[in-house]
């Protein structure tokens, strides 16, 4: 089975300042990746997704993720944090089995954008 | 089109008592998700539909738990018996199909308090 990590449960940063949250995950194969963000009160909205083409995946809102095969690794990132940002960024993976699958979520990042 | 719609938005219920959650998912969508979001945690999975193969029921925490689905439509979460510990957001997700890179439709979720 996969497993998904998220490395910080609270990330604070900065209005303008860069966002970075992690996310690694296991798996020999290459998995198909995916960023949500939920804003207070709200469903999941997907950020963006990877799906084997380009490694460098640009999303909604200013957001893009890098996969990095050598490093199992997802991370989302953004230049320059807005207050409309703060939410709760959860890192998903589901993998290529023959029988279906179930989406594998992480515990979840809450970013707080300090004004 | 219609998004991911569930009913109601929000539950309150005596201890004991079942109840049941209900899921309309994206029209055509063939995978159809549960999943419970205690406060402040991330997602656990509970049950997941493909087309007419058995479900996977293994996220369910307990018999209490329970889950329909006709066909390629409407889909029903009954908990009976109710604890405390059942309080949470309930989560409905559909997608294409459950295999590949389909990303997970969410709904705004069922709030669900037992006092």
């Known amino acids: 089975a996969q497993s998904v990590t998220q490395l910080g449960s609270h990330v604070s940063v900065s209005e303008g300042a860069l966002v970075l949250l992690r996310c690694n995950y296991s798996?020999?194969?290459?998995?198909?990746l995916f960023w949500y963000v939920q804003y207070p009160n709200q469903g999941l909205q997907l950020l963006l997704k990877?799906?084997?083409?380009?490694?460098l995946v640009k999303g909604i809102n200013g957001f893009e993720a890098e996969f990095k095969k050598s490093e199992t690794s997802f991370h989302l990132t953004k230049p320059s944090a807005h207050m409309s940002d703060a939410a709760e960024y959860f890192c998903?993976?589901?993998?290529?089995?023959?029988?279906?699958?179930?989406?594998?979520f992480g515990t979840g990042t809450s970013l707080t954008v300090i004004p | 089109g219609a998004g991911v719609s569930q009913s109601p938005s929000n539950k309150v219920t005596e201890k004991g008592k079942d109840v049941e959650l209900r899921c309309d998912p994206i029209?055509?969508?063939?995978?159809l998700y549960w999943y419970r979001q205690r406060l402040g945690q991330g997602l656990e999975f509970l049950i997941y539909?493909?087309?007419?193969?058995?479900?996977?029921k293994s996220g369910l925490p307990s018999d209490r738990f329970s889950a329909e689905r006709t066909g390629e439509s409407v889909s029903t979460l009954t908990i009976q018996r109710t604890q405390q510990e059942d309080s949470a957001v309930y989560l409905c997700?559909?997608?294409?199909?459950?295999?590949?890179?389909?990303?997970?439709?969410f709904g705004p979720g069922t709030r669900l308090t037992v006092t």
């Open positions: 998903a993976v589901s993998d290529l089995g023959d029988t279906g699958n179930q989406f594998y």
């Open positions: 798996s020999s194969v290459p998995p198909y």
């Open positions: 997700a559909s997608s294409l199909v459950s295999q590949g890179p389909y990303e997970q439709y």
């Open positions: 539909f493909q087309g007419n193969s058995a479900p996977d």
């Open positions: 029209s055509g969508h063939t995978a």
């Open positions: 990877y799906t084997s083409a380009a490694t």
